[in-house]
Structure formats: C-alpha cells, structure tokens
T-cell receptor
Framework: QKEVEQNSGPLSVPEGAIASLNCTYS??????FFWYRQYSGKSPELIMF????GDKEDGRFTAQLNKASQYVSLLIRDSQPSDSATYLC??????????FGSGTRLQVQP | ETGVTQTPRHLVMGMTNKKSLKCEQH?????MYWYKQSAKKPLELMFV???????ENNSVPSRFSPECPNSSHLFLHLHTLQPEDSALYLC????????????????FGSGTRLTVV
C-alpha cells in the first residue's frame, strides 16, 4: 500500500467551478498535512498546511482533514486557468521528512 | 538572494563523470533535504540533514554522496551515474522542531534537471 495516494487525473473543471482534490494516507500517526502546487517544469510551492481535523480556509483554497478516515482534501473555489497545475499532497508520518503523493493534475478549462 | 537556490539548473553528464549539485538556503532553516523527481513518480526522499547531521539516508546508491558543511549549504556529489538516474533533483529546507517530528513545510529550490548520457 502506498503511504500517500492521490488520483493522478487529469481532473478537468470549467473556469469558475469548484475543484476538489483528494488524498488518503496510510499512517494513522501522521501529524501534519500539506498541499503543494507544481507547475510544469517548476518546483513545488506550498499552498496550505493543516494539522487539526476540520476545515482551514485561505482565500480561494480550503483544506479539509479527517484523521479518522485518513483523508485530506483541497477545495479550490472559483477555479481559474492559472490554477492548472499538478497538486501534491504531503504528509509528515512522524519522521522529519515529508512523504509525497504522486500528484493530481488539474486542468481548468476557460 | 532569497529562498532556496540550486545550481546548476541543467546538467548533462556522461556515466563516467563526476559532478556536484549545490543548494543554498537563505531562510535560517535548520533542516535540508534532497529529493528526486522522476516522470510519473512521487517525489523520492534521498537524504535529510538536521543541524548539519545526516539523519536519514533513504537507501540511496553510493554513487550519490551528500555533503552538508553548514546549515545553509547542501551538496550532492554524483559519480558514475546510470541513465535511470536522469531526473529532476530538488533541494528543500524547512524549520523543524528539534524535540519532535513536527515539520512546518518545505521551501523548495528550482531544481537541477539532470540528464545522464
């Protein structure tokens, strides 16, 4: 079983819609959860992190964490073509280093 | 210079060459990392340094040799690589709580695109 799983996509949404990106993880002891955005040919950049169960909002982005279900998601409201990228979920499994999923490619259609 | 800088941005090397990748962080972070990113694969952790001490070596072949002379600089020395080592090599830094495994997220460098011929 992969430690961090994401659907590779592509996930295609129309401009202005809500994009929902999902991630599951295998280690129940995981403490912190991160979402990174990676444009093609670029390095990942941190969008959000979440430590506690529930929702955390930052602008158009909302991270949701459910530790009982070992599930973390990222919602992007009012999606824009500039949001088209690969979104990486990362989990701190108790080591200092993060474990990354393989990413979900998001395409926002104008 | 701000953030995390990596040099060179692109590198083409033969299998018998020796080269080094350089990473420098200007954020005052206490941990630095090397990751490998191959096409359609998750980021693979290679090495972790906390306060200049190597704390993780993720079963990386000995043809990759890290060096961390201080908390701001990290090198990856490359020797007799194979074509399958061609990938994007990413350096990252973070501020980690020394007493726990708590991580406050990484800042990545721009990466070195390595091609082994």
């Amino acid at each position: 079983q992969k430690e961090v799983e994401q659907n590779s996509g592509p996930l295609s949404v129309p401009e202005g819609a809500i994009a929902s990106l999902n991630c599951t993880y295998s280690d129940r002891g995981s403490q912190s959860f991160f979402w990174y955005r990676q444009y093609s040919g670029k390095s990942p950049e941190l969008i959000m992190f979440i430590y506690s169960n529930g929702d955390k909002e930052d602008g158009r982005f909302t991270a949701q964490l459910n530790k009982a279900s070992q599930y973390v998601s990222l919602l992007i409201r009012d999606s824009q073509p500039s949001d088209s990228a690969t979104y990486l979920c990362a989990v701190n499994t108790g080591r200092r280093a993060l474990t990354f999923g393989s990413g979900t490619r998001l395409q926002v259609q104008p | 210079e701000t953030g995390v800088t990596q040099t060179p941005r692109h590198l083409v090397m033969g299998m018998t060459n020796k080269k080094s990748l350089k990473c420098e962080q200007h954020l005052g972070h206490n941990a630095m990392y090397w990751y490998k990113q191959s096409a359609k694969k998750p980021l693979e952790l290679m090495f972790v340094y906390n306060f200049k001490e190597q704390t993780e070596n993720n079963s990386v072949p000995s043809r990759f040799s890290p060096e961390c002379p201080n908390s701001s600089h990290l090198f990856l020395h490359l020797h007799t690589l194979q074509p399958e080592d061609s990938a994007l090599y990413l350096c990252a830094s973070s501020q980690s709580d020394p007493g726990t495994a708590y991580n406050y997220g990484y800042t990545f460098g721009s990466g070195t695109r390595l091609t082994v011929v």
